[in-house]
């Protein structure tokens, strides 16, 4: 499996270097790791192969067309990342007190609470995509999820421009409407996908 590095984890590495915090930058990769880590293992488990890994502002993001799978093991493969960085957390919780701590219990549980925001192309988008099979119809399911997903990333935005006034929440944000005006595009492909995939009709 190949791995690739995003702009955007390029335009952080600055900001933390410039910051003298290339540690935090270090151990931040370090959970992104993890959470992948945990996604690899039930692909795997699943039979499934991943192409490649896109490290990115938001975390990794994996190049894998998933075969037909029950929605309950695209479930578990979507949350499993999650899954990982729950255990981490309370694994780190409970080792008595050693240097940056602190900022590990911060960062899974920044990786836990942001990836399961139903916005693309986190993990809560990924989770709600394979829950919503259950309507079975790929193009009424697009056309939901990705409304969805704009609306989520516009009350997130507003929330976190708030609260966290810093350049890497502008190119977290930046990045994520990108990515989400791709999906916009892309919509009637990705259902179209689906649709051959499930009913295989190729």
Known sequence: MKVKFHF?????????????LIVEFALFLLTIFFHELGHLLVLKIFNQS???????????????????VSIIKEFLIDISGVCVNILL????????VFPYKKLLLNYNLLMIFFNILPIYPLDGYRILEALFRLIND?????????KLS?????????????????ISVVVLFAFLIYQNLLLQVKNTEIALKKYVKRYNYV
């Open 8 to 20: 955007s984890i390029l335009i952080l590495l600055i900001i933390f270097l410039f910051s003298g």
């Open 50 to 68: 991943p192409k490649q890994l896109n490290l990115t502002i938001v975390g990794g993001i994996m190049d894998v067309e998933i075969g037909k």
């Open 89 to 96: 957390y309370f694994l780190i919780k409970s080792i008595p």
């Open 138 to 146: 790929p193009f009424k399911e697009q056309k939901i999820l990705s």
């Open 150 to 166: 704009f609306i989520s990333l516009l009350i997130a935005f507003i929330i976190l421009i708030f609260y966290a006034k810093s």
